[in-house]
């Protein structure tokens, strides 16, 4: 579950949660249970990276999901996932007693457990940042036994442009989220799959479709004044208008941390052109990403697993929310950068003619040729590898 600083709730459910979980900490270290052969994935949700580790753990180990949100321990356990709740002392004590534990956005208070026991610690990892990072926020995974990366640029630009010190720990296995999308580019049945899609989610084949899918506001203060803001109803319509133009469906994806009131949600719901998809009711956004003809950002890394598919991607020209700034900003941002008064023009000539979008952006290629050494290796497969090592 992310931590909402707005949400009352949440510094309960953190507060109790953590005094069950000390409570089994404490009560292992005095009883000295033995511990089990257990893998415990934990993250806001159960998607990316840690959903291809799952896959493939399934039915191989013994491993389960755990999540403070009970809605979705709920939702995952009427689909007969392996979930723990993290407010069951019964389930932390499993926590407690586990073998590897295995996360991708931080872990709370469990990083108490951290060397204790012979433990294994892995950050699946869940993206590679468009900000800054400093050597303090890579601090964090230094006790870690294992931290996997995308590939060897993500490496080096960890120990050469973030100040990584811990380089043992640092393991290239690919990304387990985008083996969907390389077995998709693999297949000899791509116009099938994507037919079975847009039956899936009800939309008319006739018509092409773009994907808006832009990161989280990390910072309001920093764009405030934005227009070409995910916040911003008035920008969604705008978008709408343009869609209705040209005669596109528009997937709304918002990050996983941009929440909406009701009203919000209504306004996004009656729009004729823009289906709003988020993600706690649509967990694969690779499905989104394979039926889309163009992506829409502004400084999201679903920008570097939507290069494999060698489609044209819009940069919207925003302003940067991150407190610590931009990092490798004409190398990330590869496409076409376009202003609020471009985008109708871009989409329309980009999907009448794709070709010229890779004339217009041949940072697109190299890019996509320096981020990934490695377009063929099927990372889950490698992660379950690595798994088995520690049994």
Not at 185 to 195: A, N, P, R, T, Y
Not at 250 to 269: A, Q, Y
Not at 281 to 289: G, L, R
Request: aromatic share 16%; with cysteine.
């Amino acid at each position: 579950m992310k931590f909402n600083k707005f949400n009352i709730s949440h510094y309960f459910i953190f507060a109790i949660g953590f005094v069950i979980f000390k409570i089994s900490f404490i009560f292992r270290k005095l009883i000295k249970n033995k511990r089990e052969d257990t893998v415990i994935l934990y993250g806001h949700k159960l998607y990316g990276n840690l959903k291809s580790l799952y896959s493939v753990l399934d039915g191989e180990l013994n491993c389960f999901f755990l999540t403070l949100d009970y809605k979705n321990y709920k939702k995952l356990s009427s689909q007969n996932s392996n979930v723990l709740y993290g407010l069951n002392i019964k389930h932390i004590n499993r926590v407690v007693n586990c073998k590897i534990f295995v996360s991708d956005h931080g872990t709370h208070y469990f990083k108490k457990m951290i060397g204790q026991n012979k433990k294994i610690f892995i950050d699946v990892n869940h993206g590679l940042p468009m900000q800054k990072w400093n050597e303090k926020m890579m601090s964090q995974w230094y006790r870690f036994t294992e931290v996997w990366l995308m590939s060897e640029m993500h490496k080096k630009i960890y120990i050469n442009d973030f100040g990584y010190k811990e380089k043992n720990n640092l393991i290239v296995t690919g990304y387990g989220r985008l083996d969907y999308l390389k077995k998709f580019i693999k297949s000899e049945s791509k116009v099938k799959i994507k037919s079975e899609l847009l039956n899936k989610y009800n939309f008319d084949e006739n018509k092409q479709i773009v994907l808006y899918a832009p990161t989280w506001i990390h910072n309001k203060s920093l764009v405030s004044d934005e227009f070409m803001s995910p916040k911003k109803t008035s920008f969604i319509k705008f978008l709408d208008e343009i869609s209705n133009e040209l005669n596109i469906n528009l997937i709304f994806r918002p990050h996983i941390n941009t929440t909406f009131n009701r009203k919000d949600k209504k306004i996004f719901n009656s729009l004729k052109n823009i289906t709003f998809m988020p993600q706690d009711e649509y967990d694969s956004v690779e499905d989104f990403m394979i039926l889309s003809d163009i992506l829409i950002t502004d400084y999201s890394s679903i920008s570097f697993d939507y290069l494999l598919l060698n489609r044209p991607v819009i940069f919207l020209n925003t302003l940067s929310s991150f407190d610590h700034g931009l990092f490798k900003d004409s190398f990330f941002r590869y496409g076409k950068i376009t202003e609020e008064s471009e985008i109708r023009t871009n989409l329309k000539k980009y999907l009448e003619n794709p070709n010229l979008y890779f004339e217009d952006c041949p940072q697109h290629l190299k890019t996509l040729e320096e981020l990934y050494d490695d377009t063929e290796s099927i990372a889950s497969e490698i992660y379950l590898d690595r798994i088995r090592n520690f049994f």
